[in-house]
């Protein structure tokens, strides 16, 4: 729930925080640690790509019976999971 959920929203917050808020506010060294912060814990980020992947492949199998027919069951990334992975990447680069 949380690398799903709560921190790609968290990361955002923090990331135009530190950006739009003036030196007053937030002083020059705590920007600099937060900005650290999200560095370093954006990589949890892949967590969710990762995982997809892997749903992907676990969900691959195939059912055959002697004269029954054969089943083939299998996950098909499309747009979303594609647009999922981008956002990610451009959010991994630009943080």
Do not use: H, Q
């Not at 990762?50 to 990334?77: D, I, K, Q």
């Amino acid at each position: 729930l949380f690398c799903s959920g709560i921190w790609p929203y968290a990361k955002l917050v923090l990331m135009m925080m530190s950006w739009i808020a003036s030196t007053r506010r937030l002083p020059p060294v705590k920007r600099e640690k937060i900005l650290y912060l999200l560095d370093s814990l954006g990589k949890f980020s892949l967590i969710d790509a990762y995982v997809l992947v892997l749903m992907m492949v676990a969900f691959r199998y195939s059912l055959g019976a002697e004269g029954v027919g054969e089943l083939n069951v299998y996950v098909t990334p499309e747009y979303g999971f594609y647009s999922f992975l981008f956002a990610t990447i451009v959010s991994l680069v630009s943080g």
